[in-house]
């Protein structure tokens, strides 16, 4: 009898186990693009009186993600990364399916660096401002140079 009991208390825990490995399993960090949209924080950034409406990114993880993964991004959105200190972060085109310019700004919101043109086949390149920034911002290839931006512009928001 006590055989009995034991042995069902061992499958029992054995399936309670291998019930929350599975579901563990298929909980993902990940965030689709549609998902992403609605639940992060939007803010207007301005150059040269030119609006973006950009996605805020100021966590570890958020900033990981970046733009992976998405199949576009609006002609007049990006994504502004605001890290708590100023340093030469890099970036790179990981999952990337589109191709970016990015925008290094100081902490004096001056725009101290511009890489154009990325195109996700330079992953696994890594790419850094020539001093360091507090943001970066992620655009549509061409933005820049339909706009007019140059270094020393500086960026409000």
């Known amino acids: 009898m006590f055989k009995k009991f034991l042995l069902i208390v061992l499958i029992g825990i054995a399936l309670l186990?291998?019930?929350?490995?599975?579901?563990?399993?298929?909980?993902?960090?990940?965030?689709s693009p549609k998902h992403q949209m609605a639940g992060i924080e939007k803010r207007l950034v301005y150059i040269n009186g030119r609006p973006l409406s950009v996605e805020i990114a100021d966590e570890p993880y958020e900033q990981a993600r970046g733009l992976s993964g998405r199949d576009f991004l609006?002609?007049?959105?990006?994504?502004?990364?605001?890290?708590?200190?100023?340093?030469?972060?890099?970036?790179?085109?990981?999952?990337?399916?589109?191709p970016l310019d990015i925008i290094w700004i100081d902490e004096n919101l001056t725009i101290v660096d511009i890489t154009k043109?990325?195109?996700?086949?330079?992953?696994?390149?890594?790419f850094a401002p020539s001093s360091p920034v507090k943001y970066v911002l992620e655009i549509?290839?061409?933005?820049?140079?339909?706009?007019?931006?140059?270094?020393g512009d500086i960026v409000s928001f």
Request: charged share 15%; glycine share 8%; proline share 5%.
């Open 17 to 31: 186990l291998i019930t929350s490995f599975l579901f563990f399993q298929n909980q993902s960090t990940e965030i």
């Open 140 to 151: 549509n290839t061409g933005w820049s140079d339909k706009n007019s931006v140059r270094l």
């Open 117 to 126: 043109n990325l195109s996700p086949a330079t992953y696994p390149a890594t």
């Open 74 to 98: 609006g002609e007049n959105d990006g994504m502004l990364f605001i890290f708590s200190q100023p340093g030469k972060h890099g970036f790179w085109m990981k999952n990337m399916k589109f």
